[in-house]
Nanobody, 118 residues
Framework: QVQLVESGGGWVQAGGSLRLSCAASGTTFGIIAMGWYRQAPGKPRELVAGITNGGRANVADSVKGRFTVSRDSAKNTVYLEMNSLKPEDTGVYYC????????????WGQGTQVTVSS
């Protein structure tokens, strides 16, 4: 099993910055990618950004140029640097980890709230 623990959420004014962290522990050898989803009230969960073990990153168009995803593989930790935050970035941000082993579902963190005020 893998446990994901997120940190770094909070409240910020529009235009501000936050940095989220997510540390994986447990049976982490099978993880091939980590990243972030978010969910705003009344909306479905959406992919924000992900990064593979090899460093290939995928960032949603809505945050491209403002958010950066990075990973410290030695620490099994993924980061999300969020700049120029907008009120529409408000939501619960969930860390995920993908395992290469067949029939192994993605792992999820408990979520961290990000609130951007106008």
């Amino acid at each position: 099993q893998v446990q994901l623990v997120e940190s770094g959420g909070g409240w910020v004014q529009a235009g501000g910055s936050l940095r989220l962290s997510c540390a994986a522990s447990g049976t982490t050898f099978g993880i091939i990618a980590m990243g972030w989803y978010r969910q705003a009230p009344g909306k479905p969960r959406e992919l924000v950004a992900g990064i593979t073990n090899g460093g290939r990153a995928n960032v949603a168009d809505s945050v491209k140029g403002r958010f950066t995803v990075s990973r410290d593989s030695a620490k099994n930790t993924v980061y999300l640097e969020m700049n120029s935050l907008k009120p529409e970035d408000t939501g619960v941000y969930y860390c995920y980890a993908t395992d290469y082993r067949p029939r192994t579902p993605d792992y999820w963190g408990q979520g961290t709230q990000v609130t951007v005020s106008s």
